[in-house]
């Protein structure tokens, strides 16, 4: 069993596929009652790393409006 937590990272894929960091995604504008943009995302664990690590089990996805924090 490995006692390295989890390593979280999430990407998105460019216009070539190729997958790219999105830690700092930006969605624009969302405006409430009308239909938004569709995002995709993928979420690993230890992507590509070399030493095993633990499951990502029970996981809790949060968003928030960033311009709150600015």
Same mark, same amino acid.
């Given at each position: 069993?490995?006692?390295? &937590?989890? +390593? $979280?990272?999430?990407?998105?894929?460019?216009? /070539?596929?190729? =997958?790219?960091?999105? &830690? /700092? &995604?930006? =969605?624009? $504008? $969302?405006? &409430?009652?009308? +239909?938004? @943009?569709? !995002?995709? !995302? !993928?979420?690993?664990? @230890?992507?590509?790393?070399?030493?095993?690590?633990?499951?990502?089990?029970?996981?809790? +996805?949060? /968003? =928030? @409006?960033?311009? /709150? !924090?600015?």
């Amino acid at each position: 069993m490995s006692t390295n &937590a989890p +390593i $979280v990272s999430w990407c998105t894929k460019n216009d /070539l596929g190729e =997958f790219e960091d999105a &830690a /700092l &995604a930006d =969605f624009s $504008v $969302v405006d &409430a009652g009308s +239909i938004s @943009n569709t !995002y995709t !995302y !993928y979420l690993w664990n @230890n992507r590509e790393g070399s030493e095993d690590t633990y499951d990502m089990l029970q996981c809790r +996805i949060t /968003l =928030f @409006n960033g311009a /709150l !924090y600015q």
